[in-house]
């Protein structure tokens, strides 16, 4: 079964284990590491090189590692956003040498939210993540970021929603499931400048949310199943 790390991590386990018990140590002493973080620097060349975009577009000045601890241990993928004003706040998923704009920012605030699951259930650990943007109207969206080839898809509502949903989200792992959340009163809680960046956990605990669904994997697809009001 593979795991979201990169291949190379298996190879490299690999020449540890036999480098160990060829000098008399047993694999169960050697422990695989994580592979070594990008500097936002780094990031931003590679993101660069692999966008077809010029470095100063992507400057490392404005550019954060918002990657949440968890997506880090199972996935061994860093998040970067541009959080420079006059920018479209874009995101980007950064691993082994690739990278890719995940989400929308121009307009809002790109990506709030961002867990590990293994959506589709191939064995590897997904980035699932929220979004917002838009120019004169708001508006939010989920989608998953497929780490067996690196392609994103937007996850629906089920039924289809009739209008575009405003609220900022917030994406939660319960009971082996991520419920979504909309966040409440955004004038009230001091959110703006949070989610220009990206909420910490301590930033969550002060903002008022409202669940409004689940996602569930159903017929080869993800789908975001409203709760009734």
């Known amino acids: 079964m593979r795991t979201g790390l990169p291949r190379v991590l298996s190879l490299l386990a690999i020449c540890w284990v036999a480098a160990s018990c060829g000098s008399g140590g047993t694999p ?12 936002s620097e780094q ?21 954060i590692d918002i990657t949440p601890p968890d997506i880090w241990k199972q996935t061994g993928h860093q998040l970067f956003k541009n959080t420079e004003e006059a ?3 874009d995101t980007y998923a950064v691993s082994d040498g690739k990278a890719v704009q995940i989400g ?31 120019s004169g109207i708001h508006r939010s969206v989920i989608a998953w970021l497929d780490l067996q080839n690196f392609t994103g898809h937007i996850v629906s509502n089920k039924p289809e929603a009739m209008e575009f ?9 319960e009971n082996k499931h991520i419920a979504v959340y909309r ?7 001091n959110s703006f400048g949070v989610l220009r960046k990206y909420p910490t956990s301590k930033d969550i605990e002060k903002m008022t949310l409202v669940k409004e669904g689940e996602l569930v994997w159903e017929n080869s697809e993800f789908f975001n199943i409203p709760i009734s009001e």
Do not use: C, H, W
């Open 43 to 63: 990031a931003g060349k590679l993101i660069a090189a692999n966008m077809n975009e010029t470095v100063s577009r992507v400057s490392s000045a404005y550019l």
């Open 28 to 39: 169960e002493s050697v422990s695989v590491a994580l592979p070594r973080k990008l500097t």
């Open 104 to 134: 929308i920012g121009f307009g809002g605030y790109g990506v709030t939210s961002a867990v590990p699951y293994d959506v589709n259930k191939d064995g590897t650990t997904d980035i699932v993540y929220a979004y917002s943007f838009g």
């Open 87 to 89: 920018s479209s706040r």
């Open 183 to 189: 966040i409440k009163g955004m004038d009230n809680n």
């Open 165 to 173: 949903r405003q609220e900022d989200l917030i994406l939660k792992i």
